[in-house]
């Protein structure tokens, strides 16, 4: 332990890297940081941090850019574990710590030489950032890295295990008992595959003890067995089937079952909000308004499906007059589908906050309400958390909120975000919506620099220009975002009912039942 605690006190002494090389100066840090939190050593993980910053200046390689913020990562992690023991603090909605967790843990992800690192590694970093987001309720999203991580290395145990956690508890805050069952059997089967062996024994006995709770409630009959997740029509035709199976693949479906994989059983919108106790005189309001959110989502889903997916002009774009400016342009029906799409997206989020302003009584002015501020006292970031989110234990309603951290405003409290380009993503919007959007085929070159002076005449100033397979990648990107962020909603009204029902049983109130019917398919016309 001497030893141990002497090895602390040297990498601690460093006030500076500069005399040391770039690989050198990593693994100083990577031990400070491991060492620090074996020891509970905050002012260690500190220092990690401010030699991590330092050490960012410098003229580094690819992949010594994607180590150095997954060692910074890890700095701010195991400061937050160390000074976040108390169940209390761990519901603080607001935590600087994990904030910086997920940025450091993005960027080693966006970094170029992410792809050569060992696959160990990557593994660490794709799993610590599910982790991550699991943890502050963003559990749909979490599921994403976890199987990316399992496609490298299909036995990665920290994966299947945190992964297997995640959907025990994904289950429990559903309120179809169906699914619920569903989740904890693919919780129970990760929990059984898992090489718990190679792990840590905290971790190993995590791990075993949520096994044997799903265990206490599921029969072993359907622990083997379970349901029959593929015998279930795609369609009629074989375009409607090619559109479900696509969907089913990017799990764009709002049926929690699809975060399962590509099922048919998943492939139809089965998800919408659970029962909601509204005054005597009052209508179902908030089921029809998220009808209405609901239908903008799957008509903006399948509005994008089509606009990637034409292989020849669309009758109404045939004699329709346009110049040719020489930069590739994209325009066509097809790439009209594709920005309606990321319109109507974009626009989902502030109709979610709206819809929970209401719900919860917050009573923000209509005009003040938009997704990104309204978490906050009088929307400014400075004021901080509104009392009702405070510490609220709602935890996919927290994943609400997290996600709207991936957000940009042009306003001084919201222009940081936990996404590297959440700017150009509002970028992109406010120039589709206010401005002029260009997009280009992927054949171009790219914009001519300043001493091409030939080609400078023929520069769109004007335009704010970007690839059409990049921005049909941003709004498959925002696609998943609004899906994931209605299924928070809805599991967030769930829970916030849950407790209000407890609030009534106290005051032995009675409240009767008013059911809804299903709108036919046939009158979607």
């Known amino acids: 332990m001497d030893d141990y605690l002497n090895k602390y006190k040297s990498l601690i002494s460093a006030k500076t890297l500069d005399s040391l090389s770039t690989e050198v100066a990593l693994e100083h840090i990577g031990e400070l940081t491991d060492i620090s939190l074996d020891l509970r050593k905050i002012e260690g993980l500190r220092r990690a941090i401010t030699l991590s910053e330092e050490l960012q200046k410098r003229q580094m390689n690819a992949g010594q850019k994607a180590i150095l913020h997954y060692f910074s990562a890890n700095a701010w992690g195991n400061l937050r574990l160390i000074s976040r023991t108390g169940s209390k603090l761990a519901w603080d909605w607001e935590q600087e710590e994990i904030e910086k967790e997920i940025i450091h843990l993005r960027l080693a992800l966006q970094e170029e030489g992410f792809q050569e690192l060992p696959k160990e590694r990557q593994c660490?970093?794709?799993?610590?950032?599910?982790?991550?987001?699991?943890?502050v309720g963003r559990f749909v999203e979490a599921i994403g890295y976890w199987d990316k991580t399992l496609e490298i290395v299909p036995s990665f145990a920290m994966a299947l295990g945190n992964r297997g956690v995640a959907l025990s508890y994904y289950a429990k805050a559903l309120y179809d008992?169906?699914?619920?069952?569903?989740?904890?059997?693919?919780?129970?089967?990760?929990?059984?595959?898992?090489?718990?062996?190679?792990?840590?024994?905290?971790a190993q006995r995590g791990f075993k003890k949520c096994k044997t709770q799903i265990e206490s409630v599921l029969s072993p009959e359907h622990l083997a067995k379970g349901i029959d997740m593929h015998s279930f029509s795609l369609g009629d035709s074989q375009s409607e089937i090619r559109y479900r199976k696509w969907c089913l693949s990017n799990r764009l479906f709002l049926n929690p079952l699809n975060d399962l994989g590509p099922y048919p059983i998943a492939a139809r919108d089965v998800f919408h909000t659970p029962s909601i106790v509204v005054g005597i005189k009052e209508g179902p309001y908030y089921h029809g308004y998220f009808n209405q959110m609901k239908q903008e989502f799957v008509s903006a889903r399948y509005l994008y499906h089509e606009g990637i997916s034409v292989r020849r002009p669309h009758f109404s774009d045939r004699d329709v007059r346009l110049f040719n400016t020489?930069?590739?342009?994209?325009?066509?029906?097809?790439?009209?589908?594709?920005?309606?799409?990321?319109?109507?997206?974009?626009?989902?989020?502030?109709?979610?906050?709206?819809?929970?302003?209401?719900?919860?009584?917050?009573?923000?002015?209509?005009?003040?309400?938009?997704f990104r501020k309204f978490w906050y006292a009088s929307q400014h970031k400075k004021k901080g958390l509104r009392p009702e989110f405070q510490r609220y234990e709602n935890w996919p309603l927290r994943g609400l909120f997290w996600l709207s951290k991936d957000l940009y405003e042009n306003e001084p409290?919201?222009?940081?975000?936990?996404?590297?380009?959440?700017?150009?993503?509002?970028?992109?919007?406010?120039?589709?919506?206010?401005?002029?959007?260009?997009?280009?085929?992927?054949?171009?070159?790219?914009?001519?620099?300043?001493?091409?002076?030939?080609?400078?005449?023929?520069?769109?100033?004007?335009?704010?220009?970007?690839?059409?397979?990049?921005?049909?990648?941003?709004?498959?990107?925002?696609?998943?975002?609004?899906?994931?962020?209605?299924?928070?909603?809805?599991?967030?009204?769930?829970?916030?009912?849950?407790?209000?029902?407890?609030?009534?049983?106290?005051?032995?109130?009675?409240?009767?039942?008013m059911p809804l019917d299903i709108l036919e398919d046939g009158w979607k016309v």
């Open 326 to 370: 020489l930069d590739y342009p994209s325009y066509s029906l097809a790439v009209e589908k594709v920005k309606t799409a990321f319109r109507v997206s974009y626009s989902l989020f502030d109709k979610i906050a709206y819809f929970l302003n209401h719900y919860l009584h917050l009573s923000i002015p209509e005009k003040e309400i938009t």
């Open 413 to 513: 409290d919201f222009k940081k975000s936990i996404e590297p380009d959440a700017q150009a993503l509002s970028e992109t919007r406010n120039h589709l919506e206010h401005k002029y959007l260009k997009l280009h085929e992927n054949d171009w070159s790219g914009p001519p620099s300043n001493n091409e002076e030939v080609f400078l005449a023929l520069r769109d100033t004007l335009a704010f220009s970007i690839y059409r397979g990049e921005f049909q990648a941003k709004t498959l990107r925002l696609l998943k975002m609004i899906r994931a962020a209605l299924i928070y909603l809805s599991l967030a009204i769930h829970c916030e009912e849950q407790q209000r029902a407890k609030r009534r049983e106290i005051k032995n109130n009675i409240v009767p039942g």
């Open 177 to 202: 008992q169906g699914h619920t069952a569903v989740f904890l059997r693919q919780a129970h089967i990760d929990l059984s595959t898992a090489p718990l062996s190679a792990l840590h024994p905290d």
């Open 124 to 135: 660490q970093i794709l799993t610590n950032l599910a982790n991550c987001l699991n943890h």
